[in-house]
């Protein structure tokens, strides 16, 4: 498995607080993803980032901000949190040698909760 | 606007019965095509990509332009085959995202 980490793995939250989930590599990967997985959805693109400070909105952006200070950590914050946005978060990553392509490695997600 | 369609969000067969999950995308372009799965408890995991025409675990995919579709198939299941498959389509170069199915959950019943 590439080096990929999430952190929290899980979170209980009420709505209205912020929140922050961590994407960890040790790959050097230069492209990283958030999706968020909800039954009936699949898994769908929130942000993503191909470069320290570059970003991009993905499909379901709305309530989601990110960033990328370093190669290794791709932070995605919920400046608010709703109910809607209960779901599992997926970070992922790309290989540098195969430049972008499809071909993905994803970490173990975290669950999130609103309540 | 690309789109990837799973029409099926479970399908159950039985042990030694063959396996087909479809999947048909929608791109004017030239798509590379993915099936990724999903085991229970683990992370989501590449198994095949259109361009390697590889069989991996005994699935074989091909791609059919003219059909617009990407199934993915196994002549006979194995109960450990039992996960979430998604289909995924990248657009090619230029594009930095990967559009994913809504899903099929695979049973395979023993």
């Known amino acids: 498995d590439a080096g990929i980490t999430q952190s929290p793995r899980h979170k209980v939250t009420e709505t209205g607080t912020p929140v922050t989930l961590r994407c960890h590599q040790t790959e050097n990967h230069r492209y990283m993803y958030w999706y968020r997985q909800d039954p009936g959805h699949g898994l769908r693109l929130i942000h993503y980032?191909?470069?320290?400070?570059?970003?991009d909105k993905g499909e379901v952006s709305d309530g989601y901000s990110v960033s990328r200070s370093k190669t290794e950590d791709f932070l995605l914050t919920l400046e608010s949190a709703t109910s809607s946005q209960t779901s599992v978060y997926f970070c992922a990553i790309s290989e540098p040698a195969r430049g972008n392509t499809g071909e993905l490695f994803f970490g173990e997600g975290s669950r999130l909760t609103v309540l | 606007a690309q789109r990837v369609t799973q029409p099926e969000k479970l399908l159950s067969v039985f042990k030694g019965a063959p396996v087909e999950l479809k999947c048909n995308y929608s791109?004017?372009?030239?798509?590379?095509l993915f099936w990724y799965v999903q085991y229970s408890r683990q992370r989501l995991q590449l198994l095949l990509r259109h361009i390697s025409r590889e069989s991996i675990k005994g699935f074989t995919a091909d791609l059919n332009k003219g059909e617009t579709s990407f199934h993915l198939k196994k002549p006979f299941a194995q109960e450990e085959d039992s996960a979430m498959y998604y289909c995924a389509l990248h657009s090619g170069a230029g594009s930095y995202q990967l559009t994913f199915g809504k899903g099929t959950k695979l049973s395979v019943i023993p």
């Open positions: 980032s191909y470069g320290v400070k570059d970003t």
């Open positions: 791109y004017s372009g030239s798509p590379e």
